[in-house]
């Protein structure tokens, strides 16, 4: 059975021991479990359930915990993770037949992010699409948003979908329309 691309990242939903649930993304899915980004961090040992989507209940152990993420090791019998390995091949084959949605990097790539609680940071665009940009951020990765996370990005507003070396990606709440989404646009 082959594996799907370790960068293959899934959107859902995790539901915690203690009843919380939280917007997730689940990457590295595998055989050995899954690393799942989400606001919420339960602690080693707790188990979870994912709701992936267009792959279903994931559920897991929490083995290791680091900040904005955690990896479960996975709690499926055979004929379920080879029902997940196979769905998930087929997002990967479908993937390369999908049209991306076009991006640029604007002439003024600078911008601010209010993060939550009100913290304003420095950010480079690295790029931009009319549904979302992923930002380089002047801020320790300690303080950066977790996944889910509502912020600001210069005057629009988006949420956190998945972490980036020395940033993060986000999705905005509008989509930039067509007739803003140029090279000249500042954000």
């Given at each position: 059975m082959s594996r799907p691309a370790?960068?293959?990242a899934v959107s859902?939903?995790?539901?915690?021991?203690?009843?919380?649930?939280?917007?997730?993304?689940?990457?590295?899915?595998?055989?050995?479990?899954?690393v799942i980004a989400c606001a919420g961090l339960p602690r080693v040992g707790e188990r979870v359930v994912c709701y992936l989507d267009g792959i279903g209940a994931v559920r897991g152990r929490v083995d290791r915990v680091q900040p904005s993420r955690f990896h479960i090791g996975l709690d499926v019998g055979e004929a379920r993770l080879a029902r997940i390995?196979?769905?998930?091949?087929?997002?990967?084959?479908?993937?390369?037949?999908?049209?991306?949605?076009?991006r640029l990097v604007p002439v003024n790539d600078r911008t601010q992010?209010?993060?939550?609680?009100?913290?304003?940071?420095?950010?480079?665009?690295?790029?931009?699409?009319?549904?979302?940009?992923?930002?380089?951020?002047?801020?320790?990765?300690?303080?950066?948003?977790?996944?889910?996370?509502?912020?600001?990005?210069g005057l629009r507003y988006a949420v956190v979908a998945r972490a980036l070396e020395?940033?993060?990606?986000?999705?905005?709440?509008?989509?930039?329309?067509?007739?803003?989404?140029?090279?000249?646009?500042?954000?």
């Open positions: 370790a960068g293959r859902g939903r995790c539901l915690l021991e203690d009843g919380s649930e939280y917007a997730c993304i689940a990457s590295d899915l595998g055989p050995c479990g899954a390995m196979a769905r998930l091949a087929w997002q990967e084959a479908r993937t390369g037949e999908q049209r991306a949605a076009p992010v209010c993060l939550p609680g009100g913290r304003v940071v420095a950010a480079r665009i690295a790029d931009l699409s009319m549904v979302g940009v992923a930002l380089q951020v002047e801020a320790p990765e300690e303080a950066l948003p977790p996944v889910g996370a509502l912020i600001r990005v020395g940033g993060f990606a986000a999705r905005f709440r509008l989509p930039l329309s067509r007739e803003t989404f140029n090279p000249e646009i500042v954000l």
